[in-house]
């Protein structure tokens, strides 16, 4: 498919280009970033950030020549319920195309559509692996998400990643921010290492199972599915959770369920925020535990968490 292309050439590194949350512009108002201004350092175009996006939303390339910062395509795909949408994926959206390099956070929370990179991408990741280009001489980034939605989309995984024994096993080392957010099907995802910040966010179905640590906010805004978690959890595990399942095998810092509303917790006693309580292990939090290789006297040290 050929879709039409807009082009912004860039003589200094700007932050959130298609950026569908304006920088979460539902927490700052507009004071970090106003959708209505232009992008700073273009030459020879006087785009503003919401055209851009408009213009992925619509099916349109996006095509920049130079460096570019932070958060490039954040939520691209999502068609985001703050701005009256569905929350769901969007299928037909335009791709981004760097000629140059991209600052961390690429893709974060992302769903649908493709980011294709010349140059270098800083880490952490957001929501994307990399998969075989169709574009010579780049590196092309697709949602993890939709890989998940998607199994015919699965094909040209870039090693050492793999689809093995009915999941995605994600063992390039690298970090990312908001894995599999959104998730929406029974689909598992297994990471050999360590996570970013809020690794579940959003998922409504679906199992991650991090044999390493996991950021702050992990299992965030959690709405169903399984978020497993074999090393140590940062603060704000659970956030927000309103159902499905979190298992912490290590050590939790503070805040363990701020502002939950439903689903449960299972991870080695702790303070949570209340209204969150302590409750006793139900007979399928226990053999979660032993799934896991916890039983006997060290179960006890264990709680489960609800409201």
């Known amino acids: 498919m050929i879709h039409n292309s807009m082009e912004l050439k860039l003589s200094s590194p700007q932050d959130c280009i298609g950026d569908s949350t304006y920088n979460f512009i539902w927490q700052h108002k507009g004071a970090k970033l106003n959708p209505t201004d232009a992008i700073p350092s273009q030459s020879g175009t006087n785009y503003t950030y919401e055209m851009v996006v408009e213009a992925l939303k619509s099916g349109e390339d996006v095509q920049i020549k130079g460096d570019v910062g932070t958060r490039v395509g954040s939520s691209l795909g999502v068609d985001l319920v703050y701005f009256g949408g569905t929350g769901m994926e969007q299928p037909e959206v335009g791709s981004i195309i760097v000629d140059g390099n991209t600052g961390s956070h690429l893709g974060l929370s992302m769903l649908s559509g493709a980011i294709y990179v010349k140059g270098e ?32 989309e699965r094909h040209g995984l870039c090693t050492p990643n793999a689809f093995k024994n009915g999941e995605l ?11 599999a957010a959104r998730c ?10 360590d996570v970013g910040i809020s690794v579940g966010i959003l998922m409504r179905k679906g199992t991650v ?10 299992a965030a805004l959690l709405n169903g599915g399984e978020v497993v978690l074999l090393g140590d959890a940062a603060e704000f595990l659970g956030v927000e959770q309103m159902k499905g399942r979190v298992f912490v095998k290590g050590n939790c810092k503070g805040f363990v369920g701020a502002k939950m509303t439903g689903g449960r917790i299972i991870c080695r006693r702790t303070k949570p925020i209340p209204p969150v309580i302590e409750r006793k292990l139900e007979p399928d939090d226990l053999a979660l535990l032993a799934q896991f290789g916890i039983s006997g006297m060290l179960a006890l040290t264990y709680a489960r968490y609800d409201v």
């Open 184 to 193: 929406m099907k029974d689909a598992k995802v297994h990471v050999k290492g």
């Open 169 to 179: 096993q994600l063992t390039d080392g690298i970090i990312r921010n908001t894995l």
């Open 121 to 152: 991408v800083k880490e952490p990741l957001g929501n994307v692996v990399q998969v075989t280009s169709d574009r010579a001489g780049y590196k092309k980034f697709v949602s993890i998400t939709w890989l998940l939605h998607h199994p015919e």
């Open 209 to 218: 199972i991090v044999d390493g640590d996991a950021g702050m906010n992990a």
